[in-house]
């Protein structure tokens, strides 16, 4: 079956700008996390979100948000960048309570010039 | 709170070197799994192995073995006779299976396996 795919791959925005991720999870999967890895501080949880709902948020500032679609397809945003919102943004799908493991798309890759 | 902590934060060897990568996890939790994947430079990070808490039996794929030990809080993953293409950056974590609960991760290891 098709793995967890992040759209774009690669994405430059200009300081003050919007950006908006998106995450299509494997078929069947309910929750999608989404996680940024940057040099200095590794992976961090942002968010995850179950049946639509946000079940639990990292320590990030209120500029990232997301949301999750009827379908299980989420999209993660981030308003008035700052250049340490350079990242690679992975998003992963799972079914909790199955005792399977996270599954990880290949990431966005966000430029903040 | 929660933590991984992995110690190493590089290691080069030469193939067919034996090589084993330590993890070392806090958790108050009762119930929890533990992860290792693989991050190649293409970024996406790859699945090696889930652990769950009352599984302390060890487990060997292939040239990869884990070994669980809850006494010490470690899960230490060990590649044997390595190749060049288990160069990558490999991640420990830690999490619960309900719905809302994060992964922790640990800082990674770059591993550098010349020819």
């Known amino acids: 079956k098709a793995g967890v795919t992040q759209t774009p791959r690669y994405l430059i925005k200009t300081r003050g700008q919007q950006v908006t991720l998106s995450c299509s999870p494997i078929?069947?999967?309910?929750?999608v996390s989404w996680y940024q890895q940057t040099p200095g501080q590794g992976l961090q949880f942002l968010f995850e979100?179950?049946?639509?709902?946000?079940?639990n948020k990292g320590n990030f500032p209120g500029r990232f948000s997301g949301r999750q679609f009827s379908n299980s397809r989420s999209e993660m945003n981030v308003s008035t960048l700052e250049l340490g919102d350079s990242a690679l943004y992975l998003c992963?799908?799972?079914?909790?309570?199955?005792?399977?493991?996270?599954?990880f798309g290949s990431g966005t890759r966000l430029t903040v010039v | 709170a929660q933590k991984v902590t992995q110690a190493q934060t590089e290691i080069s060897v030469v193939e067919k070197e034996d090589v084993t990568l330590d993890c070392v996890y806090e958790?108050?939790?009762?119930?929890?799994?533990l992860f290792w994947y693989k991050q190649p430079p293409s970024g996406e990070l790859v699945f090696l192995i889930r652990?769950?808490?009352?599984?302390?039996q060890n487990e060997i794929s292939g040239r990869y073995s884990w070994n669980f030990q809850k006494s010490t809080s470690s899960f230490n993953f060990t590649i044997t006779a390595s190749q060049v293409v288990d160069s990558a950056v490999y991640f420990c974590?830690?999490?619960?299976?309900?719905?809302?609960?994060?992964?922790?991760f640990g800082k990674g290891t770059t591993l550098s396996v010349s020819s």
């Open positions: 992963a799908s799972r079914n909790p309570g199955t005792g399977y493991g996270y599954t």
């Open positions: 078929s069947g999967h309910r929750s």
């Open positions: 979100y179950f049946s639509e709902t946000q079940r």
């Open positions: 958790t108050r939790d009762t119930t929890y799994y």
């Open positions: 652990r769950n808490s009352f599984d302390e």
């Open positions: 974590a830690l999490g619960g299976n309900q719905a809302g609960t994060a992964l922790i």
